[in-house]
């Protein structure tokens, strides 16, 4: 099994591109589910998630051809299975996704449930509450959901709670329902202003996309589109931290500042310097880090994908910092291998206290998962010595070319078997 080798102290200078969203490609995606013409994509990026998911849609009959960062999708017409696997979807809980596009374009879909995973029980109840609204009926059997509707019907639908996810999929049903869906209490993350803006590409009729309530006309039929997928706040943003964690001066060209705002406005409170151009971000850091809090929320608040990250970045601030977690209930396993490495930090539940700073050493460490994993690569970046992350083929879900990335902003790191 690979692993990443980092050794340090660096302290990272340069510039690197930005890539594209995977948890933007990833509904954009499975919303080609909804027409039978060609779609061509673009700022799609090569890693793991991205590749599971055009092998599910290989499965449900849309081929795909790679050509540098684009990819063009066409339905072949073909016969298939209205049906995502266990065996894809328990690599990627994403699969789900697949389940309102194809229960509105074929009227049934049978999806594996996507049980538990690292970071929590992450249901998907809201998902199917929501399809019923709309008129399907949903039966849970065998490990598997299945649905059924003969025609869609446009319903107003309150999420509980906030819910990507769940909000992409009911998004993507409502754009072939009869009639008009008003959705409520909306997750207003960018991923899914790029999907809205995809479907609308098709010919969907929606409004509000990025705000609390949205709206959806149905339509008969979408047809094919092209469209350039927005760059990953995530992952520019673990390198915006990087930069400062290492006292360094890096610069992500293509980079969204207005997704990154929650990260920004913390990573200037703890004292360094943010200059943002309208698609570039750069941060400079010298001298002591300034301990501050933060609390994950649903966008616009701090993202939970940034917390493992500005968690390492706390183990150097000159104090006591707290990172409180409600997205995920279990959301701290990277604490115990920080904790390895030399971090002294405290878990309440949801909560952690983080005292600094701490001199950090490189060791052995395990990703548990993705986010997890890129926390430990930046530990390795300020920790004396050789750090090696094993189990990377979480990292690999969700970073395109990590290490040649740190590799242009000056780091040592290389992959190893
Ligand atoms: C998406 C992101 C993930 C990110 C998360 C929160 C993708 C592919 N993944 O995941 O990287 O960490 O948003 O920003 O885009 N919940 C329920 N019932 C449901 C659905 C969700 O209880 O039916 C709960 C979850 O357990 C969790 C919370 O709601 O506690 C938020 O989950 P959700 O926004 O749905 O996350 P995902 O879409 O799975």
């Known amino acids: 099994m690979q692993k990443l080798l980092i050794r340090g102290p660096t302290r990272l200078r340069g510039t690197i591109p930005a890539s594209g969203a995977k948890n933007a490609a990833l509904p954009i995606l499975a919303a080609c589910l909804l027409c039978d013409e060609e779609i061509e994509l673009r700022n799609v990026p090569a890693v793991r998630d991205i590749r599971t998911m055009l092998q599910l849609l290989e499965h449900l009959g849309v081929e795909n051809e790679r050509l540098g960062d684009a990819v063009i999708l066409r339905p072949?017409?073909?016969?298939?299975?209205?049906?995502?696997?266990y065996e894809l979807v328990k690599t990627m809980r994403a699969s789900v996704l697949v389940l309102g596009p194809l229960l509105a374009r074929r009227g049934h879909a049978r999806v594996s449930l996507p049980g538990g995973c690292a970071i929590g029980v992450r249901p998907i109840d809201l998902h199917l509450t929501?399809?019923?609204?709309?008129?399907?009926?949903?039966?849970?059997?065998h490990g598997y959901v299945e649905t059924r509707a003969g025609q869609l019907e446009g319903a107003r639908f309150r999420f509980p709670q906030p819910t990507v996810g769940g909000t992409e999929n009911l998004l993507m049903a409502a754009c072939l329902a009869r009639g008009t869906t008003v959705l409520e209490n909306c997750a207003r993350e960018p991923e899914i202003v790029d999907l809205a803006r995809f479907l609308v590409a098709m010919g969907a009729g929606i409004e509000g996309a990025g705000e609390d309530t949205i709206t959806i006309e149905g339509r008969d039929r979408l047809g094919g589109a092209r469209h350039s997928v927005i760059s990953d706040r995530i992952q520019d943003g673990t390198y915006l931290i990087a930069g400062v964690l290492t006292r360094g001066d890096v610069t992500v060209e293509g980079a969204r500042p207005a997704d990154l705002a929650p990260l920004l406005e913390k990573l200037d409170e703890i004292g360094a310097r943010v200059d943002v151009g309208e698609e570039h971000i750069r941060v400079r850091h010298e001298g002591a880090i300034k301990p501050r809090g933060v609390v994950t929320e649903p966008f616009p608040g701090f993202p939970?994908?940034?917390?493992?990250?500005?968690?390492?970045?706390?183990?150097?601030?000159?104090?006591?910092?707290?990172?409180?977690?409600?997205?995920?209930?279990n959301r701290f396993q990277?604490?115990?291998?920080?904790?390895?490495?030399?971090?002294?930090i405290h878990i309440d539940g949801t909560y952690a206290r983080v005292h600094g700073p701490s001199a950090l050493s490189g060791t052995s460490v395990m990703a548990t998962d993705l986010r997890a994993s890129a926390c430990l690569v930046l530990a390795g970046l300020v920790a004396e010595g050789e750090t090696f992350v094993h189990r990377i083929y979480h990292l690999d879900r969700g970073y395109e070319q990590m290490e040649s990335k740190l590799q242009q902003l000056g780091a040592r790191v290389e992959r190893v078997d």
């Open 76 to 85: 072949t017409g073909r016969v298939s299975p209205d049906e995502a696997p």
């Open 130 to 141: 929501g399809l019923e609204a709309l008129g399907a009926a949903v039966e849970l059997e």
């Open 304 to 329: 939970t994908d940034l917390q493992a990250q500005y968690m390492t970045l706390m183990t150097q601030a000159d104090g006591v910092s707290t990172v409180s977690e409600t997205v995920f209930e």
């Open 334 to 344: 990277h604490v115990p291998e920080l904790v390895r490495m030399g971090a002294d």
